[in-house]
């Protein structure tokens, strides 16, 4: 299926599957109930899963494949912001210049500054993508303010001489993104007996250039070009020794890796057009980092699952706080259900990236693959367990 082996179309049927039926995986839990908390089948919190997941996918090209461990990726990620709200402000509120000039930039901006990174490798080309990453934050919290706005943030307003479109609206206020007409904000709610399942337009255009970007993710893991891109990771200095340049494979990759980062900030000023400095910090690097190793570096649906697991952690445990564990906990005595709280507090609000960093540790210390590694060794021990119940002497029949 679309020139690929069985096992990798598997792998993009499921997660095509989860991405179209997100808004039912998501809300398991009836809207009356007390488990409520746990559904993320919102909206704006989907829209972050799957653009997440695009930036993951897009450093898991360069880190997965060549080794390279850039913690300077933030930048194209706000680079693609700034750009496709500048295309909002100019031209029109339509998605798709906006999302093309972004990747555009964005893949510029990677090519420059992996031009000068991959100069070195190991721990100081790590240095030197951070390097450029706080000098990019630096420009646009202060320098550049005429093209970013500074601390405030760049984005929209009445004043904008948008070329092909209005910048008023009918009801006198500021124009919304959309797609040949199909406003992002759109939203469907439907109510099934106690629970509500909402279908966001802007959430289906996310997921739909989710499948792509992983399908031409799975096309370069299979191709020669991914074959040299793991050679470079395996031993580079063994490929230099044969006559083989490896410098415009990983530059290659670099430029690839920043456009899907582009694309995720293209498509993050798409759903809300608004672009800050902060999307440049070092933490949103680091942010990525953590989303390919937790779901498997090197898998090609690891850094989805990675993605999806910390938005998650992020959105769903941080909101959390007394009142709900009291709720939580109502059952038993005064005494205890104080305790209880007292216990779990630090691991759950502002204190829920204490849970995700035990998290990862354990990932880390117990499943160096992430949880792709996780999910295979589950799947060994049930296929373990069925071929023992068939050779069992129970489940043998008798010769005749």
């Not at 092909?164 to 939203?187: C, H, K, N, Y």
Request: aromatic share 12%; proline share 4%.
């Amino acid at each position: 299926m679309f020139g690929l082996e069985k096992k990798d179309a598997t792998l993009l049927l499921i997660v095509a599957v989860l991405t179209m039926c997100a808004p039912f995986i998501l809300n398991p839990f009836p809207s009356d109930s007390g488990l409520a908390q746990f559904n993320a089948g919102y909206p704006d919190l989907m829209q972050r899963f799957v653009i997440f997941g695009i930036f993951a996918i897009g450093f898991n090209i360069l880190f997965g494949l060549t080794g390279y461990l850039s913690f300077g990726h933030a930048a194209f990620l706000g680079v693609g912001s700034y750009s496709a709200v500048w295309m909002f402000k100019l031209l029109s509120m339509n998605v798709i210049p906006a999302i093309l000039l972004s990747v555009i930039v964005a893949g510029a901006f990677a090519l420059i500054i992996g031009f000068v990174s991959l100069r070195r490798s190991g721990i100081y080309f790590s240095i030197l993508t951070l390097a450029f990453a706080q000098m990019s934050f630096a420009l646009a919290y202060s320098v550049l303010t005429p093209i970013t706005n500074g601390e405030t943030g760049l984005q929209l307003s009445l004043n904008d001489p948008r070329i092909l479109g209005t910048s008023i609206s009918a009801d006198g206020g500021i124009p919304v993104t959309q797609l040949f007409g199909i406003e992002m904000r759109s939203t469907y709610a439907m109510d099934v007996g106690p629970w509500l399942f909402q279908f966001n337009a802007g959430y289906y255009l996310c997921a739909i250039l989710l499948l792509l970007a992983f399908y031409l993710s799975i096309r370069i893991f299979r191709s020669p070009f991914g074959l040299m891109l793991r050679a470079v990771k395996s031993n580079q200095q063994r490929m230099n020794y044969t006559g083989l340049n490896a410098r415009p494979y990983t530059l290659a990759a670099f430029v690839i890796s920043g456009m899907y980062a582009g694309l995720a900030g293209g498509l993050l000023a798409s759903m809300d057009p608004l672009a800050g400095a902060e999307r440049m910090q070092w933490t949103a690097s680091g942010e990525v980092v953590l989303m390919t190793i937790l779901g498997g570096a090197g898998t090609l649906i690891g850094p989805v699952l990675g993605a999806g697991f910390i938005k998650y952690f992020e959105n769903i445990f941080s909101k959390i706080n007394d009142n709900v564990l009291h709720q939580w906990f109502a059952f038993m005595p005064d005494g205890l259900e104080d305790f209880m709280v007292t216990i779990v507090h630090p691991f759950v609000g502002k204190g829920w990236s204490l849970t995700l960093g035990l998290m990862f540790m354990a990932v880390v210390i117990f499943l160096p693959g992430g949880l792709v590694e996780g999910g295979q060794k589950i799947g060994k021990l049930f296929r373990r367990k069925k071929a023992a119940e068939d050779t069992s002497p129970a489940a043998k029949t008798p010769a005749e």
